[in-house]
């Protein structure tokens, strides 16, 4: 048993980071060692992965919009329903309210369970943002492009929608405070 001629080369080439601007393909590692780079073929699928994971990120933001969207909605139909019963009750419409949405200007405040909802949807925006920022952060000319393109083609397939993105009913009311 020789165990001092032993030798780490056996692993392969080591991993190339670099805090500046680079054009890495081979050996560079990201985020973790292991998220290594070992072949051209292997950059080029990390490239369509982050191209696939901005596009997808851009949906899901258009996926939480929808979302804020149609909670005030809900929440537009049923204070109609309320105004609508104040009228031929005897409570009036501010007993109504006070009883329907808690407080007495009928504010939107969304349920513990949409708030939940909505914080999810938040929480895995974060976090996929996050995570591509620290890639940006290799200075690697390749993934940061491919962020820019992803995030272009992202938002031009799922940024369509024109309103404002759940911040505002036709009301006026402003979603979700």
Avoid at 17 to 38: E, G, P, Y
Avoid at 50 to 79: G, K, P, T
Avoid at 97 to 116: A, D, K, V, Y
């Amino acid at each position: 048993m020789d165990m001092g001629s032993s030798s780490s080369s056996s692993s392969g080439a080591s991993c190339k980071i670099s805090m500046l601007w680079n054009w890495t393909t081979v050996d560079a590692c990201f985020i973790s060692k292991q998220w290594h780079i070992r072949t051209v073929g292997a950059y080029v699928g990390t490239l369509i992965a982050i191209f696939a994971w901005v596009v997808v990120l851009e949906a899901f933001r258009r996926l939480s919009r929808e979302y804020d969207r149609r909670i005030i909605m809900e929440w537009n139909s049923s204070r109609t329903d309320v105004e609508a019963a104040a009228h031929d009750s005897v409570k009036g419409l501010k007993g109504l309210s006070i009883m329907r949405f808690g407080n007495s200007n009928g504010e939107f405040r969304p349920t513990r369970t949409q708030q939940l909802v909505r914080s999810i949807f938040h929480t895995v925006q974060f976090g996929a943002g996050y995570m591509l920022m620290l890639l940006a952060m290799y200075y690697n000319g390749g993934i940061i492009f491919v962020i820019f393109v992803a995030t272009f083609v992202g938002y031009f397939i799922s940024g369509r929608d024109m309103s404002g993105g759940g911040s505002q009913s036709e009301g006026g009311k402003e979603c979700c405070g």
